[in-house]
């Protein structure tokens, strides 16, 4: 049983490990780690720890199982869902990261790079640029959240349909068990059959089986030839039918297909500083296409040319630029990374991260956009999202002058009603985002009890006393 609160002489023993420096009791000091990025969640804690090497995590959680504590692991605390954030009113110690940070090795010739677990993003990135590599998860948030999380929520980004998520961008994982257990997987190879694979466990896990502490992921070669295009269109199912084309036409050389509403550019444009409308004229959809390809610079200029050339003869295209440097291709994947913060000032938002089959997104959103609408008359749908592989960040603004707390008190309503029409189409509740609090019993209603169960009683056998971020992705 977890326990409901820590004695000093606990704290104490917990402190021993990390050394008083990095064990934060004041409540100052721990209050960045008790809030989630969007504020959805406030818990408590009496401690964050902040070890310094994977011995160290491997003494906390033995004594956390020793003692029953409650253990909640946190990387960037970047999420959406409550997954990284403590609970209310429990004394959950946050397992900070942060200080495991360090890149172990870097190999260009095998294509990986070994890392901690709580190095940033942008720094993996950066590590394989030094040795002209490329490392392809990109996230609005690439400069905070830390690869450890990345993985523990499978995060996707905008890069998937050509590289996958980071289920196909790690090759081997270091994991510190509950019972302070080290599981060395660090390898290194694309093939191995040697029984069940441990490390698929974890990716997606959300820390609540063990704490990710070093990685080994894919590196790429760097593309030699890129470009960007922000594109004007009519409809969804014209973006569809533009996706169709770019597919067949330029293959694995797709990287990026992002549907974004007029909607989202009027916000960018007025709340994002140095965002402008790259397009002369105004449309009701724009996608925004990115093109890499390995052999030469000449080759995804001749691709995006054609495509969009294709595009407006075919009436699916209305307007269209290309980026001309590198600043500009930044320019414009900064206008649909800032979508969703765009949305605060403009007041409550009630967000679904969702996926369905390509193929049904036309279809899909016109039916939640009708559904909506009926219940919220003078709502803002904003949805916008990786069209290439399904996933629609599918927000509602609420009405100009409404009352935001009421707006947002609708939050379960209006997911139900989404999510009903999401599972209607065979997609997903969540597409990239996790679980966390936010989605743990719906989980439970949208998956099969055959498939709880077989989760539960994974989380029994890596968790027996039911330590590890409890209350997050599977109850009980």
Not at 86 to 96: K, W
Not at 297 to 309: F, K, P, Q
Not at 423 to 437: F, P, R
């Amino acid at each position: 049983m977890v326990a409901a609160t820590l004695s000093p002489e606990l704290i104490a023993r917990f402190a021993a490990i990390t050394g008083p420096a990095y064990a934060l009791i004041d409540d100052t000091d721990i209050a960045p780690y008790l809030v989630e990025s969007r504020g959805l969640y406030h818990g408590t804690s009496p401690l964050v720890l902040r070890p310094g090497s994977v011995e160290e995590v491997s003494a906390i959680l033995a004594l956390a199982t020793e003692t029953g504590t409650a253990i909640v692991p946190q990387g960037g605390n970047t999420g959406h869902v409550g997954g990284s954030a403590p609970r209310e009113g429990a004394a959950d110690v946050v397992l900070s990261l942060s200080r495991l940070n360090r890149i172990r090795d870097v190999d260009p010739v095998g294509n990986v790079i070994v890392a901690d677990g709580g190095t940033v993003l942008a720094e993996i990135q950066n590590a394989a640029e030094d040795v002209d590599r490329l490392f392809p998860l990109s996230l609005g948030s690439e400069g905070t959240c830390q690869i450890g999380g990345n993985l523990s929520t499978n995060a996707g980004g905008t890069a998937v349909l050509a590289y996958g998520n980071m289920r196909q961008l790690c090759l081997g994982l270091e994991v510190v068990l509950p019972t302070g257990e080290v599981w060395n997987g660090l390898r290194r190879l694309k093939k191995d059959n040697t029984g069940y694979d441990l490390r698929d466990l974890f990716i997606g896990a959300e820390g609540s089986l063990g704490v990710i502490t070093g990685a080994v992921l894919k590196l790429f070669p760097r593309p030699l030839g890129h470009e960007v295009a922000f594109a004007g269109l009519k409809s969804v199912e014209h973006a569809l039918a533009l996706f169709e084309r770019a597919a067949s036409r330029c293959g694995t050389a797709l990287t990026g297909f992002e549907l974004m509403p007029r909607l989202g550019v009027d916000f960018t444009t007025r709340h994002i500083p140095g965002v402008r409308d790259p397009l002369a004229t105004r449309h009701d959809w724009y996608v925004l296409i990115d093109i890499s390809t390995s052999d030469a610079a000449e080759t995804a200029s001749r691709m995006m040319e054609a495509l969009l050339a294709e595009g407006i003869e075919a009436g699916l295209v209305e307007n269209a630029v290309i980026a001309s440097s590198e600043e500009q291709r930044k320019a414009l994947w900064h206008m649909r990374e800032s979508m969703s913060p765009a949305q605060k000032p403009e007041g409550g938002s009630i967000k679904h991260d969702v996926s369905v089959p390509v193929s049904s997104i036309p279809d899909f959103m016109a039916e939640a956009d009708a559904a909506v609408m009926a219940a919220m008359p003078a709502a803002r749908i904003c949805s916008f999202g990786h069209m290439g592989d399904g996933n629609i960040h599918y927000n509602i603004s609420q009405p100009v002058g409404a009352d935001k707390q009421a707006f947002l008190g609708r939050w379960r309503e209006i997911n139900h009603l989404v999510h009903g029409i999401v599972l209607k189409y065979n997609g997903s509740i969540s597409a990239e985002h996790g679980i966390g609090q936010l989605k743990r019993d719906e989980l439970a209603a949208v998956r099969t009890p055959i498939e709880m169960d077989l989760m539960r009683r994974v989380k029994h056998a890596f968790d027996p006393a039911g330590i590890m971020n409890p209350g997050k992705v599977v109850a009980g």
